[in-house]
């Protein structure tokens, strides 16, 4: 997956920032055993001084060399030992000294044997997701602001809208609680105004908090961005980071133009994610019916076998509330 010098470079700076903490944190334990436990410290100068003796004794060349390293390095062994022991006693930590990096692999480095390491790729996956979300005119919402007061509460054809939108509200709190890479993935389903882009936001917005790599946006933009990419007249790779993201959420499916460049790209982001087992939720205002009608066979397959409907009911929001400003 190739990221901007814009993402390399915040994750440098996390990474360098990590390495300042651990060396600052190591330190202020140091000193802090200094004060509480002078002899350890005693001890540790000991450990530094026996670098100087092996020195001295290979610039020697003294025949009996190899015995003598062999009762420093016993020595040294001992000294430790009895270090890891005091700290036991004193702060129940042996390692109590040990500087603690975030990244105990590359040491905060980034990389590890000439490679990237596990923590730099993360890193560089959130910041260039970041930018992507960026893009997004979808305002963020909390599931507190969600308000089921538009939904009527009686009876309609046996479904009772504030009923159902209150089933869809908890459901969608818990998806959020519990979500995990075996997540499932979500078709919001119905009419224009019922809170289908509102609750896909109330869903990015705590999951982006809980620090999970979501990418969220409009299906149109993101087809706009992969078209422009393609063809050279935009930098990025937003079709890798939508294959990557730990959740892509993609609003007003059917709201986009089908070319013989944009469908494919549909299926591909769809497929490729339900392949690899990571959670879409797709957000629609069209219905089944017309989703087979508007994609082709594999698409709405999928749509219809992978994804769990999630049915949104009643009466247009955007209606109510343009005509209670009115009165």
């Known amino acids: 997956m190739k990221y901007s010098e814009n993402a ?10 990590r390495r300042q903490y651990a060396e600052a944190e190591q330190q202020r334990r140091i000193d802090e055993i200094s004060r509480i436990a002078p002899e350890i410290e005693i001890l540790q100068n000991n450990l530094k001084n026996t670098g100087f003796e092996l020195i001295k004794l290979v610039l020697s060349g003294d025949k009996d060399t190899k015995n003598l390293v062999e009762k420093i390095k016993e020595k040294n062994i001992s000294t430790q030992k009895t270090i890891g022991e005091l700290l036991e006693a004193i702060k129940g930590d042996k390692h109590y000294l040990d500087i603690q990096y975030h990244c105990p692999v590359c040491k905060d480095t980034g990389f590890c044997e000439g490679r ?12 260039t997701i970041d930018e992507l979300n960026e893009n997004c005119l979808i305002e963020l919402n909390d599931f507190d602001d969600f308000s089921l007061e538009y939904y009527e509460k009686n009876d309609v054809a046996n479904i009772s809208p504030y009923d159902k939108m209150k089933q ?6 818990n998806y959020v609680e519990n979500f995990n890479e075996n997540s499932l993935s979500l078709l919001f389903i119905g009419k224009t105004g019922l809170g289908k882009t509102y609750m896909s936001s109330c869903i990015a917005k705590s999951l982006i908090e809980k620090n999970v790599n979501i990418v969220f946006g409009s299906i149109i933009d993101f087809l706009r961005r992969i078209e422009n990419e393609h063809f050279g007249q935009e930098k990025g790779n937003t079709l890798e980071i939508l294959l990557n993201a730990d959740l892509v959420i993609l609003d007003d499916l059917g709201s986009e133009f089908l070319t013989s460049f944009t469908e494919p790209v549909v299926y591909d982001i769809i497929n490729s994610r339900i392949n690899q087992r990571k ?3 797709i957000s629609t205002n069209l219905s089944f019916a017309e989703l087979d009608e508007k994609y082709n066979e594999r698409i709405v397959s999928r749509l219809t076998g992978c994804f769990v409907p999630i049915m949104f009911v009643g009466s247009d929001i955007r209606h109510i509330k343009l005509m209670d400003s009115l009165k």
């Open 8 to 17: 390399y470079n915040k994750a440098m700076a996390v990474l360098e920032q």
């Open 279 to 281: 959670p879409t939720i």
């Open 168 to 173: 869809n509200l908890d459901f969608c709190k």
């Open 116 to 127: 990237r390491c596990l923590c730099m790729n993360e890193l560089l996956k959130k910041f």
